[in-house]
T-cell receptor
Framework: GAGVSQSPSNKVTEKGKDVELRCDPISGHTALYWYRQSLGQGLEFLIYFQGNSAPDKSGLPSDRFSAERTGGSVSTLTIQRTQQEDSAVYLC???????????????FGPGTRLTVL | GQQLNQSPQSMFIQEGEDVSMNCTSSSIFNTWLWYKQDPGEGPVLLIALYKAGELTSNGRLTAQFGITRKDSFLNISASIPSDVGIYFCAGPPPRDNYGQNFVFGPGTRLSVLP
């Protein structure tokens, strides 16, 4: 079956503009995650969805960042009034479900490379 | 927040050599995960460890969950060119033992010389 897909693969925008990044998780996966990866760095957790609700938004760096998920499937990460420090690769991952014994495997998409000029 | 440290930051090795890298934390982790990221791709899970002292293999890869629960190592035997990439350790913070809000280390960048 298809893996996690993200669009666009690359996005160049001007400082101050809003951007929307899309993630299509693996069909049937109830959990969805957004991460940010700056150049040469590890992954920084942003937000996690279980179904359509986001139990943990603690990683969102500012109120310019928001995310939603509809129908338990597609998710959109929105960055308003983009700043140059927002430039990074934004990765989405999904997992089947949350278990009580093991951490579910997260499957990652290829990411969206955002460049803010 | 929780911090994971990885060493070495980068390494160049000859094809066929064995590789060892490790991950440490100041806090106890109850799950350790090792991912590999190829250029332009998202990370792919290599090995998951769930119990202190656990030693798990996946082909030429072997990983161990440290007894102190504050470290883990990953070994690659007989490296080949396709092993090139960035290797990340990760885990859910202790406050969220079976959670999904992973913390990732900064990565070890592996380059293999032919």
């Amino acid at each position: 079956g298809a893996g996690v897909s993200q669009s666009p693969s690359n996005k160049v925008t001007e400082k101050g503009k809003d951007v929307e990044l899309r993630c299509d998780p693996i069909s049937g996966h109830t959990a969805l995650y957004w991460y940010r990866q700056s150049l040469g760095q590890g992954l920084e957790f942003l937000i996690y969805f279980q179904g359509n609700s986001a139990p943990d938004k603690s990683g969102l760096p500012s109120d310019r960042f928001s995310a939603e998920r509809t129908g338990g499937s597609v998710s959109t990460l929105t960055i308003q009034r983009t700043q140059q420090e927002d430039s990074a690769v934004y990765l989405c991952a999904s997992s089947l479900r949350r278990t009580s014994t093991h951490t579910d495997t997260q499957y990652f998409g290829p990411g969206t490379r955002l460049t803010v000029l | 927040g929780q911090q994971l440290n990885q060493s070495p930051q980068s390494m160049f090795i000859q094809e066929g050599e064995d590789v060892s890298m490790n991950c440490t934390s100041s806090s106890i982790f109850n799950t350790w995960l090792w991912y590999k990221q190829d250029p332009g791709e998202g990370p792919v899970l290599l090995i998951a460890l769930y119990k202190a002292g656990e030693l798990t293999s996946n082909g030429r890869l072997t990983a161990q969950f440290g007894i102190t629960r504050k470290d883990s190592f990953l070994n690659i035997s007989a490296s080949i060119p396709s092993d090139v990439g960035i290797y990340f350790c990760a885990g859910p913070p202790p406050r969220d033992n079976y959670g999904q809000n992973f913390v990732f280390g900064p990565g070890t960048r592996l380059s293999v010389l032919p």
